[in-house]
């Protein structure tokens, strides 16, 4: 099993940043891929970025050159750089990750709120 615990959430203002970190605990030799989705009030849950072991990325189109996603595979961690923040972009945001062969996302965090407002 793995455990993942998101931190770095909060308020901030438009324009500004933030950094979320997901450290993972447990059976991480298992995990390849990891990623972080997010959800709005009332909307579905869209994944935001994803990184392999290997350093290998993807990112949704609305946060493509704003948000970058990194990861320390020495400490089981990975980041969400946030800049330019925009209020559309206030979500629960969910760290997640994908054991080796999976195909899917096998572990979830329990999510860290951000909020994006004046």
């Known amino acids: 099993q793995v455990q993942l615990v998101e931190s770095g959430g909060g308020l901030v203002q438009p324009g500004g940043s933030l950094r979320l970190s997901c450290a993972a605990s447990g059976s991480t030799f298992s995990i390849n891929a990891m990623g972080w989705y997010r959800q709005a009030p009332g909307k579905e849950r869209e994944l935001v970025a994803t990184i392999t072991k290997n350093g290998a990325t993807t990112s949704t189109s609305s946060v493509k050159g704003r948000f970058t996603i990194s990861r320390d595979n020495a400490k089981n961690t990975v980041y969400l750089q946030m800049n330019s923040l925009k209020p559309e972009d206030t979500a629960v945001y969910y760290c997640?990750?994908?054991?080796?062969?999976?195909?899917?996302?096998?572990?979830w965090g329990q999510g860290t709120q951000v909020t994006v407002s004046s």
């Open positions: 997640t990750a994908a054991a080796y062969h999976s195909g899917r996302w096998d572990y």
